[in-house]
């Protein structure tokens, strides 16, 4: 349901932009990042902690604070209302809990990754991402990732992933090209 929504919106807001475009955007509106954003706008995470009791204390916290359970939380949400009211009644409110992430992803860059890799690959040229270092402890690992081009480092990344932390390093990458004038 949450993506028919969000695919719906894109496809009446934007009739003009390509395909591609209308579906990086909806990736990005969808992802497990947004949905949990947007579950911390509902405080759902708070929901959860106030009707499962049965949970110690510390651990019902930070089970509350998962990106991962939140995003399900929502989805879960999200389908509840579904099954019991109709997709009529669940678009509007999908569309409305997600507008903000719409707006950012329609004007911003979404796909750092893809957009760097794509404009390379129209000069011939690839982008190659080197992990740098792996810190912290297993349940707390933060990454921190090189976008070289060429060989040369042109963005360096931090990010609880190293997905995140590639996406940060190709920003960079990508804002060092502009800020030089590279044809990418």
Known sequence: MLELAIAR????????????????????????QSCAAVARDLELG???????????????????????????????????????????HVEDAVVDAFADRIEFASTG???????????????????QYDVLAVEGPPHERRFVCAALIDGEEL????????????QEAAAQALE?????HVDV
């Open 9 to 32: 919106a894109l496809y009446d807001r934007f009739p003009d932009a390509s395909e591609g475009r209308l579906a990086k955007i909806r990736a990005h509106v969808v992802s497990r």
């Open 46 to 88: 708070s929901v959860l902690v106030q009707r499962a009791q049965d949970i110690p204390g510390p651990e019902l916290h930070r089970i509350s604070l998962s990106r991962n359970v939140l995003a399900a939380l929502l989805e879960a949400a999200i389908a509840a209302v579904y099954l019991e009211h109709g997709f009529a």
């Open 109 to 127: 860059h979404v796909d750092s990754k893809t957009e760097l890799q794509e404009a390379l690959a129209r000069t011939g040229r690839i982008v």
């Open 155 to 166: 963005g360096v990344g931090r990010g609880s992933t190293k997905k995140a932390a590639e």
């Open 176 to 180: 060092a090209l502009e800020r030089r």
